[in-house]
């Protein structure tokens, strides 16, 4: 369901080819996030840190509508509602890199 209307979030760097604002994409079946040249498609790793403590992602929990918090589940950045158990993978909130 959350892949009918991607959402496009900065990835908080610039690309060094096109010198664009990077998106974060879904870059690899399985949940593995990128941020990318909106021009080339050209990808760049997301640290840990920048998805941790740069990125103001607001989601609410489709159970209690609180907002949701950041962590790494089995290597994937995930969003989490610790009080309803709930989670959801970045990547699956974000266009697929080949849709950017």
Request: glycine share 4%; with cysteine.
């Amino acid at each position: 369901m959350w892949k009918i209307y991607p959402v496009r979030i900065e990835g908080r760097s610039t690309s060094t080819c096109h010198g664009q604002p990077t998106l974060l994409v879904q870059s690899m079946e399985g949940g593995f996030v990128t941020r990318n040249c909106p021009v080339c498609g050209r990808s760049q790793t997301v640290p840990e840190e920048v998805f941790l403590k740069d990125l103001d992602l607001w989601v609410a929990c489709p159970e209690c509508k609180q907002r949701m918090l950041r962590r790494v589940i089995l290597k994937n950045y995930a969003l989490v509602c610790e009080r309803c158990d709930v989670f959801v993978k970045l990547a699956e909130l974000l266009p697929h890199w080949s849709d950017l």
